[in-house]
């Protein structure tokens, strides 16, 4: 029976790794995968990677979420695997801000919604682009939370902006079901 758990020769792209999320990387490493560890401050990167108990299989790839270009896995925000790797996106990133002055609330809410829900959208669709042009399968996880379903009254931007991942993951799956990927 096939280890459903086995993710080795596999690539796997974390967003904000570096956070209290170390799970993520870690449990992908022991298990075989290729991590590399996204995040847009280069010392944050340089200080996960010193932590880091599993250097060989990781690398390090400054990228800005909000930004579409090099959001590409082209070497320029990622890793191109190659012919037959699989890839896993796990869009980890987040960020929120807690005001209720409506005036200090338009600069957090574009923010907020350029890195949750604009970050989700660019890294899914580089991660699907590249599952479509190497016909190797591979998986997107969003990470979300409770506060896109029941709302956060001391969040807006945060409760939209993870309403937002959950719709997009959902009509990304079904747009990527009808064209016979997923």
Same mark, same amino acid.
């Given at each position: 029976?096939? *280890?459903?758990?086995?993710?080795?020769? $596999? =690539?796997?792209?974390?967003?904000?790794?570096?956070? $209290?999320?170390?799970? *993520?990387?870690?449990?992908?490493? +022991?298990?075989?995968?290729? =991590?590399?560890?996204?995040?847009?401050?280069?010392?944050?990167?340089?200080?996960?990677?010193?932590?880091?108990?599993?250097?060989?299989?990781?690398?390090? +790839?400054?990228?800005?979420?909000?930004?579409?270009?090099?959001?590409?896995?082209?070497?320029?925000?990622?890793?191109?695997?190659?012919?037959?790797?699989?890839?896993?996106?796990?869009?980890?990133?987040?960020?929120?801000?807690?005001?209720?002055?409506?005036?200090?609330?338009?600069?957090?809410?574009?923010?907020?919604?350029?890195?949750? @829900? *604009?970050?989700? !959208?660019?890294? /899914?669709? &580089?991660?699907?682009?590249? !599952?479509?042009?190497?016909? &190797?399968?591979?998986?997107?996880? $969003?990470?979300? /939370?409770?506060?896109?379903?029941?709302?956060?009254?001391?969040? @807006?931007?945060?409760?939209?902006?993870?309403?937002?991942?959950?719709? @997009?993951?959902?009509?990304?799956? /079904?747009?990527?079901?009808?064209?016979?990927?997923?």
């Amino acid at each position: 029976m096939k *280890d459903p758990f086995n993710v080795g020769s $596999n =690539v796997t792209i974390v967003t904000a790794a570096h956070r $209290n999320r170390r799970i *993520d990387r870690k449990e992908f490493a +022991a298990r075989g995968a290729h =991590v590399v560890v996204a995040s847009r401050r280069s010392k944050t990167l340089r200080r996960c990677a010193t932590r880091s108990v599993m250097r060989r299989q990781c690398e390090m +790839a400054q990228v800005d979420v909000r930004d579409a270009e090099p959001v590409r896995s082209d070497g320029r925000g990622g890793p191109s695997p190659t012919l037959g790797e699989s890839i896993r996106s796990i869009n980890n990133h987040g960020a929120s801000i807690t005001h209720t002055d409506a005036a200090a609330i338009a600069h957090g809410w574009r923010a907020v919604i350029g890195i949750n @829900l *604009d970050g989700v !959208f660019f890294c /899914s669709k &580089s991660a699907a682009r590249q !599952f479509m042009e190497q016909k &190797s399968g591979g998986a997107i996880i $969003n990470i979300s /939370s409770t506060a896109g379903v029941h709302g956060s009254a001391t969040m @807006l931007p945060y409760g939209a902006s993870k309403a937002g991942v959950i719709n @997009l993951t959902t009509s990304h799956a /079904s747009e990527w079901v009808r064209r016979g990927f997923g």
